[in-house]
């Protein structure tokens, strides 16, 4: 953890250079490819709209926005099928006792939440947290540049999509409980996380906030839903035409091991 902390400091340095409020680096590609890789995030307080003016303006100057997903849409591809046990019979005592307690906490219904799989459970819940703690989606930086890029007919390319999302979700071991594990271990400490993140885009720089950044996913977890989702992205990323991009990934993409500019640029981490 004392390393993961060392090479944090180091590439969220080079993430944040002077120039950019908000974290950001240029990747320039060979065959006169250029990207604006943001970190966002992707539900958002009322103050972070509108976007910082120095996006604004890289947003005018593009030939098109990358983004995980398109989400300005309302449908949800998260029709589920099949059946799951209990929560009560999937959870170790004490956990699901957590559960019910963030449940009457946060006004959720035990009832609805039963016969979910277990990652959808944990992102129910991770939700349900953001807006407690005043996030809401339409303030998302994703979200926000997606509106603008259709704004002034810029194209949009998908690095995933719902759908592909959706199955890489349904293919966790255990139905994700290893999420929902994760979740209910790193509750409170995902809620600071949240506020930091919050803090990047508004006037706080990331370095001052370092010490407290913490890597909440269990090594299965972070290889799956991170490093091997950066190795596809980096790939789709360096097929691009020549031009002029924002791309739009999570924050957490942006630092840490297998991050994604490391892998843009060929260097080992």
Not at 73 to 92: D, N, Q, W, Y
Not at 145 to 170: D, H, R, S, T, Y
Not at 214 to 232: H, K
């Amino acid at each position: 953890m004392a390393q993961f902390f060392k090479q944090t400091f180091r590439w969220l340095r080079r993430l944040l250079p002077v120039e950019y409020s908000y974290p950001a680096i240029d990747i320039q590609l060979p065959g006169h490819r250029s990207l604006h890789l943001v970190g966002s995030i992707h539900m958002g307080t009322q103050d972070m709209q509108p976007l910082p003016e120095q996006l604004l303006r890289r947003m005018h100057k593009a030939d098109a926005l990358i983004v995980e997903a398109d989400i300005s849409g309302s449908e949800s591809p998260f029709e589920m099928s099949g059946e799951f046990p209990p929560l009560a019979e999937r959870l170790p005592e004490a956990q699901y006792l957590h559960v019910e307690k963030l449940c009457e906490e946060l006004g959720v219904s035990m009832w609805t939440l039963n016969p979910l799989p277990s990652w959808q459970v944990a992102l129910m819940l991770q939700a349900t947290q953001a807006q407690r703690l005043g996030l809401r989606g339409n303030y998302g930086i994703d979200y926000q540049l997606l509106q603008n890029a259709k704004q002034q007919n810029m194209p949009v390319i998908e690095l995933e999509g719902p759908q592909e999302q959706f199955a890489l979700l349904q293919q966790l071991p255990d139905n994700g409980l290893g999420l929902l594990e994760d979740t209910l271990t790193h509750w409170h400490t995902n809620a600071r996380l949240l506020q930091t993140m919050i803090s990047w885009w508004l006037d706080t720089k990331p370095v001052t906030a370092l010490d407290q950044l913490p890597n909440t996913f269990s090594s299965e977890l972070y290889d799956v839903l991170m490093n091997q989702r950066n190795l596809r992205w980096k790939q789709q990323l360096s097929d691009l035409p020549p031009g002029n991009y924002v791309v739009a990934v999570g924050a957490l993409h942006l630092y840490g091991e297998g991050n994604l500019p490391d892998l843009l640029a060929d260097k080992k981490v």
